[in-house]
Structure formats: structure tokens, C-alpha cells
């Protein structure tokens, strides 16, 4: 009996030293994920979540199997504009630790891109519509004489192109003298796709038109970040 108490002791005393090193071993790696991302990225304040266990077998071999990451903001150069993209979550997964460098195999999230940016992105006033539509305005000129026209429609991705274009629309003229059936033709002869590009060969995938702005669904493969 007392060689069986003694077993049992043995047992539970190293299942508590993996369980305490398991831990540690989370509270660093996401610390270290976090100070990284705020560091390398300008991300504010990171929330860094590690589901998988047991994490220690994975660091034996370099890599972690699946990281979320949530946090308020995000900096980031978009089509050659500054901006910061808020609400931001994403999922990385199959990520090798590389140095000073982790690589991200796939990352997928979303995250918010404000109208006042995403209008500068798009070098035309974007505002948002019902029934999750949005609207860009045109300045343009029909016979000489100068109009404003906001076109209103559905924002669709296109995926190759990484553009957003505008479907389903519908024009709202101001103070315009012209017949509709003469200016609208011109207006979206004059509509173009906008341009979105990503830094470190992120990709767009879909977009909602919400109220405060667009929601953006981003994929990434093989991403590098740095995490010192």
C-alpha cells in the first residue's frame, strides 16, 4: 500500500511540474507573440491565445499549430495609404518559429476599414447606404455643365484583381437639369473599380458595407512576422 501511495505521489508531483511548465510555456510564447506583433507591427495591445495542448511538444519541434489573435487596432499600408484597421481578429495556423521570425502557413480574419480611409484609398467620398449598400460620389461635368451623382450599390471583391467594385447600382443625381437616361450612362462609364492592396502578400477576399464601415475578409499564406 505504501509503495502504491508512493507511486501515485511520483505521478501527481510530475504531472504537476508538466502542468505548471505547460503554463509557463503559454504565458510566454503569448507574451512573446504579443510584445512582437506591437513591436514589429504597431499592433495596441494584443490579445494572443494559444487553443492547442499540449504547446510543449509542439515548441520541441518549432512550430505551434494555431494562434488567435485579437486586438483594437491595426496599422497598415493599404494601396499606398496609411491606415489602421480596427475590430481586428485573426487565425493563424501550421506556424513554424524560424529565428527571430514566425511563419504564419495560413492566416484568416477580419478586420474594420473606416469610410474617411477607406474614401482616401479610394481617392473619392464613400459613405454608407442601406440594406448594406455604400455610395460614391462623382463630380463630373454632361454638356458643359457641372454635376454631382452618388452611385449606390453592393460592394463585391474581385479576388484576382484585388479590386471592390460597385454592382446593382443606383444613381441620385443633385440638382441635375439633364434627363437621367443621359447622365446615368456617362456616370458609369466614368465608375472604377478601387484598388486594394495589402502588405505581406495578404489577400481580400469578400467585404460587408456596414455602417461604420467595411468589413474586410483578409487571407494570408505563409505570412513572416517578426517576434523578436
Known amino acids: 500500500m505504501r509503495k502504491l501511495l508512493g507511486l501515485v505521489l511520483v505521478v501527481a508531483l510530475l504531472a504537476g511540474g508538466l502542468v505548471g511548465a505547460e503554463w509557463s510555456a503559454r504565458q510566454f510564447v503569448t507574451g512573446k507573440i504579443g510584445q512582437?506583433?506591437?513591436a514589429s507591427l504597431g499592433v495596441t495591445e494584443p490579445r494572443v491565445r494559444i487553443s492547442q495542448a499540449p504547446l510543449l511538444w509542439d515548441l520541441v519541434n518549432r512550430r505551434i499549430s494555431a494562434v488567435r489573435v485579437e486586438t483594437d487596432a491595426l496599422p497598415m499600408v493599404v494601396t499606398s495609404h496609411n491606415v489602421t484597421f480596427t475590430g481586428v481578429e485573426f487565425d493563424a495556423t501550421d506556424i513554424a518559429l524560424r529565428g527571430s521570425d514566425a511563419v504564419l502557413?495560413?492566416?484568416?480574419g477580419q478586420a474594420l476599414l473606416?469610410?474617411?480611409?477607406?474614401s482616401a484609398v479610394a481617392g473619392l467620398p464613400v459613405e454608407p447606404a442601406d440594406d448594406g449598400r455604400f455610395g460614391v460620389t462623382y463630380s463630373f461635368?454632361?454638356?458643359g455643365q457641372p454635376l454631382t451623382a452618388t452611385l449606390t450599390g453592393a460592394p463585391e471583391v474581385d479576388v484576382p484583381a484585388q479590386t471592390i467594385s460597385l454592382t446593382e447600382p443606383s444613381v441620385q443625381l443633385a440638382g441635375v437639369e439633364l434627363p437621367e437616361e443621359v447622365v446615368t450612362p456617362i456616370l458609369l462609364r466614368l465608375v472604377t473599380p478601387i484598388p486594394i492592396t495589402l502588405e505581406?502578400?495578404?489577400?481580400?477576399q469578400s467585404v460587408s458595407a456596414l455602417n461604420e464601415g467595411f468589413r474586410m475578409r483578409i487571407l494570408g499564406e505563409n505570412v513572416s512576422v517578426p517576434i523578436g
Open 105 to 108: 502557413g495560413r492566416l484568416e
Open 200 to 204: 505581406r502578400g495578404l489577400t481580400l
Open 141 to 143: 461635368e454632361v454638356f
Open 114 to 118: 473606416d469610410y474617411a480611409q477607406l
Open 36 to 38: 512582437g506583433l506591437e
